[in-house]
């Protein structure tokens, strides 16, 4: 770890999944970033953020999709494996990508069960409500803990219309508390709420026993998660619902210019880089 990593102490108590109700009963807000490498999953644990998702949104942010849909299991394997490895506190989840639950409940227990075993994560993640419930349940009683996603969901962003807030209207609002429910009764320990009127996440998590998560539903959730670039300001562009905490984009371009210049002018390395005799 380098010298400018705050290491997690020895004694921080791992996040673990009934952790997160509780958090919810002391009204203790649960925080939740994406990771989806080592070192960035490392630097964001000793940090001390409770939940790390390793998400499919590594699609659009890694891969250069402009959707989740063409993110595989295959394709999250390896970076759950990464950040689960990494993290020494936090909760780590993995997202089931499009395509691999939505058969059924014995497609999403095969899917998860692989995840479990070949990642090291904690949980898994699917998209939707009611129809996923069946999923849900058969995880759930394999022993597999669940985090469910409602309101925008980006596996179903062209059967939505695109990036679109969900939930508002009574009728609308009804269907995704419905939702909330089935899910919360199916077994799910927690649910993320995106893009979601602030009256209705919090309508939703005052009637949930399970905790809330929000992204782009208001601060009366019970906790809240962005990805990453967008909290680091890694890119240009950054989604109304995200707050930039920094600029990294422009730290890091910055820093490779550097190196381009003292490489260009021979002035690195220098000796101080260099093995004397």
């Not at 849909?69 to 780590?92: C, E, G, N, Q, S």
């Not at 691999?100 to 070949?118: C, D, F, I, N």
């Not at 899910?183 to 209705?200: N, S």
């Not at 905490?245 to 730290?251: M, P, R, S, V």
Request: glycine share 10%.
């Amino acid at each position: 770890m380098s010298a400018h990593t705050k290491p997690t102490p020895a004694s921080a108590k791992q996040v673990r999944v009934h952790h997160l109700a509780a958090a919810k009963e002391r009204g203790e807000k649960i925080t939740m970033l994406t990771a989806y490498d080592a070192v960035t999953g490392t630097l964001l644990d000793a940090a001390g953020v409770d939940m790390l998702l390793v998400g499919d949104s590594i699609g659009n942010v890694m891969h250069g999709h402009t959707t989740t849909l063409p993110v595989t299991v295959d394709d999250l394997i390896p970076p759950a494996r990464a950040v689960a490895a990494a993290a020494k506190r936090a909760l780590v989840v993995v997202d089931l990508p499009f395509g691999s639950y939505e058969a059924g409940p014995v497609q999403a227990l095969a899917t998860g069960v692989r995840m479990m075993k070949e990642t090291g994560v904690a949980a898994v993640k699917l998209e939707g409500g009611t129809r996923v419930a069946a999923q849900i349940r058969a995880l759930t009683d394999a022993g597999i803990p669940v985090v469910a996603h409602l309101g925008f969901t980006p596996q179903s962003e062209h059967a939505l219309g695109g990036h679109r807030v969900q939930g508002r209207g009574d009728e609308a609002a009804e269907v995704l508390a419905d939702d909330a429910l089935a899910v919360q009764e199916a077994g799910a320990v927690a649910v993320v709420l995106e893009m979601v009127p602030v009256d209705v996440a919090a309508r939703i998590t005052e009637v949930l026993r399970i905790p809330t998560i929000g992204i782009g539903a208001g601060a009366q959730c019970d906790g809240q998660v962005l990805v990453w670039t967008d909290m680091a300001g890694m890119t240009d562009w950054t989604p109304r619902f995200a707050k930039r905490y920094a600029e990294l984009g422009q730290a890091l371009q910055g820093a490779a210019e550097e190196y381009i210049t003292d490489v260009k002018k021979g002035t690195f390395p220098d000796e101080a880089h260099s093995f004397l005799e």
